[in-house]
């Protein structure tokens, strides 16, 4: 899906431990007037989780700070640095921030129905395959149970043919 770009906003990947909003803010600040710096924090350990975002004023500042940072080192890590895609909310089809979340309920709906099916589908070909092996293994058996017969008792059959000449 083609997300357009947010131009004065980067994402910046890769950031140490030690690297909080202040320190990034910093790290950008020379490229132009810098409006936010944000770094999302992991719910569990309220540590950042090695990413942020940093929005300039000015579309071009965020250019040349991208041109110049990505790849440069910080606290002995090397940064990753993108124009950052706009915000997704969790669940949402569309995943546009301004979208309410019950926005796609009906093509999930239709996707959990169409998975469904596809379960349902692919269950019964589970089933005709295994349908399928078992009369074609009882065939070879049938096949190779013909086949010791006939090689089993070559005496029996000597004396069977030996029996027809002579009668």
């Known amino acids: 899906m083609n997300q357009p770009v947010q131009k004065n906003t980067l994402y910046v990947g890769g950031l140490a431990e030690e690297v909080d909003e202040k320190i ?35 579309r071009e500042d965020a250019a040349a700070a991208m041109d110049n940072m990505d790849g440069a080192e910080l606290f002995g890590r090397v940064l990753t640095v993108n124009y950052a895609f706009p915000e997704r909310i969790k669940g949402g089809e569309q995943g546009w921030a ?59 059959a000597a004396e069977a043919q030996a029996l027809k000449q002579s009668s």
Do not use: C, N, Y
């Open 98 to 156: 301004a979208q309410p979340i019950w926005a796609d309920a009906d093509t999930w709906f239709e996707r959990q129905q169409q998975e469904e099916e596809m379960q349902r589908l692919q269950a019964e070909q589970r089933a005709a395959m295994q349908v399928a092996e078992k009369l074609h293994r009882e065939k070879l058996a049938a096949e190779r149970e013909g086949e010791k017969e006939e090689e089993a008792d070559p005496m029996a």
């Open 24 to 58: 990034l803010h910093a790290a950008f600040v020379p490229f132009g007037e810098v409006k936010d710096v944000k770094t999302p924090l992991d719910q569990s350990t309220q540590k950042h989780r090695s990413f942020g975002f940093v929005t300039f004023l000015e």
